[in-house]
């Protein structure tokens, strides 16, 4: 029997999109399904380019249809027939669900996907109403777009661009310098070029312009990863930026650049569960039918613990970052909890993903190496999630800021329902300045937690949480130790495991989980909370007052063996469920 919790291909029906959505996100699976796995896996060993999926997308014109603002539909008109002109709209929740397809068959044609999402950012945030027809022409065409913003010598510092812009005396520029790390600069149509003018200092210098990898004085230099993901590093020289190349100039530049990163960071948390769920497919598979001294491996205790483990991580990966969709859509000028919620599904549901993978492999061992399974490469891929976008660690600091207001200055809103409309995520595209943070309001957390107060790691796990604002409240960092950004991180992983749990009953009580699975995840969530007490505990700079607490605030999750056994047949019926056809 299919697990309802996992994406399933033999199975799937995204019955709750529109029809056009469903019949595209449906088509998508059946491409995959008809290439095979064997090609799909010689493919990704022999580093081949992805030619044929692009050509399927824009065929089909999936990328056109799910990455067009409805607004800007309009062009590429002659495009449109048979390629769902009517359809078109920025709609987080379907481009949730198509992050999780392609990470499910291969995180490089997501890869590509992911980077023309990062590359129309800049343009559909712009007010340059040509290079906006332009970028939805190029879309209708099947082309594919990136985001020239990192430097070799700078990474993704901003302020310290070599991207140098001279006019040119007609109301143009000529532009000169490189990028680095730039995905699709090997085939993009449209390139969004961060730099900044030599005449102009400081912040008003700033310009984003659209580039085309075409171009004579585009110079395309090396892939600069052993992989089917083009990942550029190119140089322009004296390249003509004319007037209606220029997507944004000065402070409103340097929002585009962060803003668009907020946009695209989000597709990272449905990538890692696409992945994971393939991997725990045939992990799962190979342990229950594999005979060691006379049983399956999936007898021994440990197995069963390490696979429960897996299936109920992942289980709560999904629930928050479905869950985080509905935040992400809803959000406004006076609602900008996205802010909070965007940043975890980057950090925390994708290294969710690596334990999810970690703990399969200690399982499967040695069959995670073979080069004939998708394993091998789930287990390579999975690493890249936590460290694009922004590092684990920048995440971390920035969900930071957030704490005191979310964990204990609550505020009324109204309930957010399960946004799965045919709507449009314009804000995402007008979001102002990337600053204010400290202004961002919640509601109070602690509702989620009563609802299930019932459960017994729901209410464990709870203590844990209260006792967090207890910190907060009385042993928070002194002004010296918020300089110390390595007793930081270990407070914001507490901090975040709190609204973790909190999204994650959330949606537990819209979708009617079952109780033993969220009780299990629960566990998990004790343990991981007590671990990361200890890691504070024995931090150099840890106060006696921060050590006492962290120290009480360890808890033990409350074992129930026949909860776990009911976990536990869930999981060894994911045996046999689904195969790649070959």
């Excluded at 996100?25 to 008809?34: G, I, K, S």
């Excluded at 390629?83 to 392609?102: C, F, H, S, V, Y």
């Excluded at 044609?109 to 939805?136: D, H």
Aim: charged share 25%; proline share 4%; with cysteine.
């Amino acid at each position: 029997m299919a697990d309802a919790l996992l994406f399933n291909p033999h199975t799937y029906d995204p019955a709750h999109f529109d029809p056009e959505t469903r019949r595209l996100l449906r088509a998508t699976v059946d491409w995959f399904e008809a290439r095979g796995k064997r090609r799909i896996i010689e493919d990704y060993r022999t580093r081949a380019w992805l030619g044929d999926f692009l050509a399927f997308a824009a065929e089909e014109g999936l990328f056109a249809t799910f990455l067009t603002p409805s607004a800007d539909a309009g062009a590429g008109a002659g495009q449109d027939e048979g390629q769902g002109g009517g359809d078109k709209r920025w709609d987080t929740a379907r481009i949730a669900a198509l992050n999780e397809i392609l990470g499910f068959y291969g995180l490089d044609y997501w890869y590509a996907w992911q980077v023309t999402i990062l590359g129309l950012g800049p343009v559909w945030q712009s007010e340059n109403a040509a290079a906006r027809a332009r970028a939805a022409e190029l879309l209708a065409q099947g082309e594919v777009f990136a985001f020239g913003l990192s430097e070799k010598s700078h990474g993704a510092d901003i302020y310290s661009t070599d991207m140098l812009l001279e006019p040119d005396g007609e109301g143009g520029f000529r532009a000169t310098g490189s990028k680095y790390y730039i995905g699709n600069g090997n085939a993009a149509g449209l390139v969004s070029v961060f730099g900044r003018r030599t005449d102009v200092e400081g912040p008003e210098g700033y310009v984003f312009f659209a580039a085309d990898s075409r171009h004579p004085a585009y110079h395309l230099v090396k892939n600069v990863v052993d992989s089917s993901k083009f990942v550029s590093e190119f140089r322009l020289e004296q390249y003509p930026v004319a007037a209606e190349d220029v997507l944004h100039t000065g402070r409103a530049a340097f929002d585009a650049a962060l803003n668009t990163v907020n946009v695209g960071k989000f597709n990272l948390c449905t990538a890692s569960i696409g992945i994971c769920e393939h991997a725990m497919y045939e992990a799962v598979t190979h342990a229950q039918n594999r005979i060691l001294y006379g049983r399956p491996v999936t007898a021994f205790p440990h197995v069963r613990r390490e696979l429960t483990d897996a299936y109920v991580r992942l289980v709560g990966m999904k629930l928050f970052s479905d869950r985080a969709v509905d935040y992400f859509r809803t959000a406004g000028p006076d609602d900008r909890r996205y802010l909070l919620f965007n940043p975890m599904t980057k950090m925390k549901v994708t290294t969710e993903g690596e334990k999810v993978i970690d703990l399969m492999w200690d399982v499967i061992a040695a069959k995670g190496f073979e080069k004939d399974n998708y394993f091998a490469q789930a287990a390579v891929e999975i690493r890249g999630l936590p460290k694009l976008e922004g590092t684990v660690h920048v995440n971390l600091a920035l969900i930071l800021k957030f704490m005191r207001n979310h964990l204990l200055d609550p505020v009324a809103y109204e309930p957010v329902p399960t946004r799965l409309d045919a709507a449009d995520d314009t804000f995402l595209f007008r979001q102002g300045p990337a600053r204010g943070l400290g202004s961002v309001r919640f509601h109070d957390w602690r509702a989620a937690y009563d609802a299930y107060a019932h459960l017994s790691n729901v209410a464990r796990f709870r203590e844990q949480a209260d006792a967090l604002c207890e910190f907060v409240l009385k042993a928070a960092p002194d002004e010296q130790q918020s300089r110390d950004l390595d007793l930081l991180l270990a407070v914001g992983q507490l901090f975040a495991l709190v609204v973790h749990g909190q999204l994650v009953l959330e949606q537990a009580a819209l979708t009617g989980l079952d109780e033993d699975v969220l009780d299990e995840l629960f566990a998990v969530l004790v343990r991981d909370f007590s671990a990361h007490a200890v890691e504070l505990h024995g931090k150099d700079s840890a106060t006696e007052q921060q050590q006492l607490w962290a120290l009480g605030a360890v808890r033990r999750p409350v074992v129930d063996e026949a909860r776990s056994g009911r976990v536990w047949q869930r999981v060894e019926a994911l045996s046999g469920a689904y195969e790649m056809a070959p």
